[in-house]
């Protein structure tokens, strides 16, 4: 018999005092009340509670700011959706890992905030890149437009594609290996610069 | 290359060994107090976090209720997704599959994510037989790795490790596995993550084929699931052109949205945060983003035996959280080691009888005792597993197991002992007598002395010798209650 139809038998045959029939469907998890004012404010404080640096800008500002977010003089690497203008950065045309680890910095979009938890989930369309790009530099500049920011976990799982491939961030990579004390900086990005867009 | 749990003694052994080490108690003291903390900080923050529970533990329940149908679905869309789904029946089976696809890949090595059922199949050993070395590459993995020591804690596997103890092992090891660590390394935490950052760089950015684990498995969508904090798994799951994924069949959830529940209550019982910095979620293979070939084999290795289990069957809702084993009483002064497995603590506790079976050897059927049913995992669990109560049933099976045994347990032998005085008026009287006689030596000779001054016997000698090693038993009263009755006529004289 293949492992296959060995490991279903043992399955089936475990669950053979379990009645199925009359279960009642799991009920939805619950939501927390909705956060006291403006979800925006709530995901920055979020966001700057994990070390990671936050700013609110207007779209007339977003490109300044965004370049004043870079290292100066530093190589920049931007997906090829991005639809902001940012002068010398290379556009990602299947960068090897290595070259992607002599770029200092990169800018993308992102799908969703997560005010509550203070996240921020790519699901790596052309404005995010593929998922390599937003993780080998140091550097990772983020920006996320007011109106993406969802109050709470539930509300960015609906939203969500789970066909694409996603990857939900929250803070600048961290560990608590030593002595349960969290470090910032690890293997992911270093700095994680966040710019949240008023339409 | 790594050393092994095989041939560890009984937890009684084994604990006594730990409770003398004055270094691990101060160390894990001083991590489990800081995660108890963190975690009753941000478990505050939510007012509907029972009800949260509730829904968690609903939702493995109704997944594992129906596994047979979710394994089904998963593969089929799994398959769909452009993965290649394998099937293993035990250790040996997963391990020869990983080893397969690296081979056939001539990888020479593979770079891992911290994944604890790669530990418990013994993955790293069985790819060093076979000339690959397999490279951890979370933080505490590496420690441990570099160390040729043990995992003692399912998400902190160094904890019994303080920074200083980490910078010797870096300082001395970390040349031989690749990029040495820098010359003037401090024990200062931040410095030492700067260090395993650059000695896995060369590895992440020149590895062919990676190893995971999944923390879930969406059925509905084919969607594997793997929450961290490094970044390390982002690499291993991004950057190799071949990833393969050994998932224990319980990690299935049924569908997309019931991820929710698990992604609130995960963080916050694990690492104290609101959220874990990286979570990747991928549905086999993505064209143009990351490995071209996914492999996912979905493994038993015993937990049909504890599904079939009709108690025990909620251990296999664990998300391997170690809550449980943060506010452990016993964890917290014996360590993970004693428990001789990579799964230690309370859920250790079960999980370990559960996968394997009770009766087969000693170390495990001495696992349940391994606890004082305070209860208080039972309080931590994000998915209310009953813990204390599968621990009673647990010891149960091993009375059980052990009911044809030739030479009985000294415990068996006074039970019985019990069961004959019980059982005859006479017999009863005359037992009584003797425990009153034992009862007056005691109170009149006996040094030791209970707290409100009752008498008790302190050490005593032959099979009596293994209970009261640790505890103080109370002299028997001098007139038993039947005695009393007739003395008084039931209290009326």
Redesign the interface.
């Known amino acids: 018999m293949?492992?296959?139809d060995?490991?279903?038998g043992?399955?089936?045959?475990?669950?053979a005092?379990?009645d199925?029939s009359a279960?009642v469907a799991?009920?939805?998890?619950?939501?927390?009340?909705a956060p006291p004012g403006d979800v925006v404010e709530l995901f920055l404080e979020?966001v700057a509670?994990?070390r990671a640096v936050v700013e609110r800008c207007s779209v007339a500002d977003l490109v300044e700011r965004v370049r004043a977010a870079l290292p100066e003089g530093g190589r920049v690497v931007v997906p090829p959706g991005l639809e902001i203008e940012i002068v010398g950065a290379v556009a990602d045309d299947?960068l090897s890992?290595?070259e992607l680890?002599a770029v200092d910095a990169v800018v993308t979009a992102a799908r969703v905030g997560?005010a509550?938890?203070?996240?921020i989930v790519l699901d790596?369309q052309p404005d995010q890149g593929?998922?390599?790009l937003s993780?080998?530099p140091d550097h990772h500049v983020c920006v996320v437009r007011a109106d993406q920011i969802v109050p709470d976990?539930?509300d960015a799982?609906?939203m969500l594609d789970?066909?694409?491939?996603?990857?939900?961030?929250?803070?600048?990579?961290?560990?608590?290996?030593?002595?349960?004390?969290r470090?910032?900086?690890?293997?992911?990005?270093r700095v994680l610069h966040v710019i949240v867009v008023d339409p | 290359m790594s050393a092994t749990f095989v041939g560890m003694p009984a937890f009684p052994e084994a604990a006594r060994a730990a409770l003398a080490d004055p270094q691990l108690r101060h160390n894990l003291a001083h991590a489990t107090d800081t995660i108890r903390r963190k975690r009753a900080s941000v478990v505050a923050e939510i007012p509907e976090w029972e009800e949260l529970r509730l829904v968690g533990a609903a939702v493995k329940d109704s997944a594992l209720r129906s596994l047979d149908t979710h394994l089904v679905e998963l593969e089929e869309r799994l398959v769909a997704n452009g993965a290649v789904v394998h099937w293993a029946r035990d250790a040996a089976e997963a391990c020869a599959i990983v080893a397969e696809v690296a081979t056939r890949h001539s990888a020479e090595e593979v770079v891992k994510v911290k994944s604890m059922v790669t530990q418990e199949i013994g993955l790293n050993e069985a790819l060093a037989a076979q000339g690959i070395a397999a490279w951890e590459t979370d933080l505490a993995e590496l420690i441990v790795q570099l160390g040729d020591d043990l995992p003692s804690h399912i998400l902190v596997p160094a904890i019994h490790r303080n920074r200083a103890e980490i910078r010797e092992i870096f300082r001395t090891k970390m040349a031989a596995a690749g990029r040495p660590a820098p010359d003037d390394l401090t024990d200062d935490p931040a410095a030492l993550a700067g260090a395993a950052r650059e000695h896995l760089r060369e590895k992440f950015l020149r590895a062919k084929v990676a190893v995971s684990g999944a923390n879930f498995a969406v059925a509905e969508t084919g969607t594997l699931v793997v929450v961290e904090s490094e970044g390390n798994g982002r690499m291993c799951l991004t950057l190799p052109d071949v990833l393969v994924s050994v998932v224990g069949i319980e990690k299935v959830l049924p569908t997309w949205e019931s991820l929710d529940p698990m992604m609130r209550l995960l963080p916050r019982s694990s690492t104290g945060e609101r959220m874990n910095p990286y979570t990747s979620t991928w549905s086999g293979v993505t064209p143009g983003d990351g490995p071209q070939e996914v492999h996912v084999v979905l493994l038993d290795n015993g937990r049909t035996n504890a599904l079939a289990d009709d108690v025990g069957r909620q251990a296999l809702r664990c998300i391997r959280c170690s809550a449980c084993l943060n506010v452990c009483p016993v964890y917290e002064r014996t360590g993970g080691h004693a428990y001789g497995s990579v799964y230690p603590g309370p859920i250790g506790a079960i999980l370990n009888p559960l996968l394997k079976g009770t009766g087969v050897d000693e170390q495990t059927d001495s696992l349940p005792y391994a606890s004082s049913l305070c209860g208080a995992c039972f309080e931590a669990c994000p998915v209310r597993i009953d813990i204390p109560e599968v621990l009673v049933h647990l010891r149960t099976k091993v009375v059980d197991s052990h009911r044809g045994d030739r030479v009985l347990k000294p415990e068996a032998v006074a039970m019985k002992a019990a069961a004959f005085a019980f059982s005859d008026a006479r017999r009863l009287a005359l037992a009584e007598r003797a425990s009153g006689l034992a009862g007056r030596v005691i109170g009149r000779w006996g040094k030791t002395r209970l707290p409100g001054g009752r008498p008790a016997a302190g050490r005593i000698p032959g099979p009596g010798a293994a209970w009261t090693s640790a505890r103080d038993m109370p002299a028997p009263p001098k007139e038993s209650f039947r005695a009393w009755w007739k003395r008084t006529s039931g209290g009326r004289s």
């Open positions: 293949s492992a296959r060995e490991i279903l043992r399955v089936r045959a475990a669950l005092d379990v199925t279960d799991v009920p939805a998890a619950p939501r927390s009340a979020r509670d994990y299947h890992a290595a680890d997560i509550e938890t203070g996240t790596h593929r998922r390599a993780l080998v976990v539930p799982v609906t789970p066909s694409r491939p996603q990857t939900w961030i929250s803070g600048p990579s961290a560990t608590s290996d030593i002595e349960l004390d470090v910032e900086g690890v293997h992911g990005p």
